[in-house]
């Protein structure tokens, strides 16, 4: 069985542009979370997608966004990108919503100059 | 912030010793989870303890947890080198999200 398989790996980017981040869950998984991983901040929560919906939102700006495809497919946007949004980009997909083990992607490494 | 917290941030030990870590929480639970990172690599499932249960296995890992105290501890015996990485507490609870902690860095050395 695949796992969870994040795309791109790394990218760089500048200020004020924007990107998005690509994330396939583990086939009949239907839950994908997003985390951002920094240094000082460790691993913070973005959101969660259950069967296209949005079930659950961390505490991130508006700037940050995302969606659920019918095939549990998801992506996040970040636009207008700030310095501070350098970070590890992290997917996880789970069967159910907010329970039991998560599968991780490799994550997406952001870099913003 | 309801971030678990691990403890210590970093710890170093010689292989086969065994390295404990903890994690504090603030909010009651449904479940406690363990991850592992290796550097730069995105996080492995070890072990996930649910809040009715008091200890728990996995090969080399053993895992507690006291709700009175909001607390959980993981426990590598006969550490190997192949064990460096950082690891993650995570709490959940119903209707939330996933907290994880700010991790704890553990270096083997061979």
């Known amino acids: 069985k695949a796992g969870v398989t994040q795309t791109p790996r790394y990218l760089i980017k500048t200020r004020g542009q924007q990107v998005t981040l690509s994330c396939s869950p583990i086939s009949g998984h239907r839950s994908v979370s997003w985390y951002q991983q920094t240094p000082g901040q460790g691993l913070q929560f973005l959101f969660e997608y259950f069967s296209e919906t949005q079930r659950n939102k961390g505490n991130f700006p508006g700037r940050f966004s995302g969606r659920q495809f019918s095939n549990s497919r998801s992506e996040m946007n970040v636009s207008t990108l700030e310095l501070g949004d350098s970070a590890l980009y992290l997917c996880a997909s789970s069967f159910q919503l907010q329970t039991g083990e998560l599968f991780f992607g490799e994550g997406s490494r952001l870099t913003v100059l | 912030s309801q971030q678990g917290e691990e403890d210590p941030q970093a710890l170093s030990i010689q292989e086969g010793e065994n390295a404990t870590m903890n994690c504090s929480y603030k909010?009651?639970?449904?479940?406690l989870q363990w991850y592992r990172q290796n550097s730069g690599r995105g996080l492995v499932h070890l072990i996930l303890?649910?809040?009715?249960?008091r200890e728990k296995h996995s090969g080399r890992l053993r895992v507690t947890l006291d709700t009175s105290k909001k607390s959980s501890s993981l426990l590598i015996t006969a550490s190997r080198a192949a064990d460096t990485a950082s690891y993650f507490c995570?709490?959940?609870?119903?209707?939330?999200?996933?907290?994880f902690g700010t991790g704890t860095s553990l270096t083997v050395i061979p």
């Open positions: 303890i649910r809040s009715n249960e």
């Open positions: 909010t009651s639970i449904n479940n």
């Open positions: 995570a709490t959940d609870s119903t209707g939330n999200q996933f907290y």
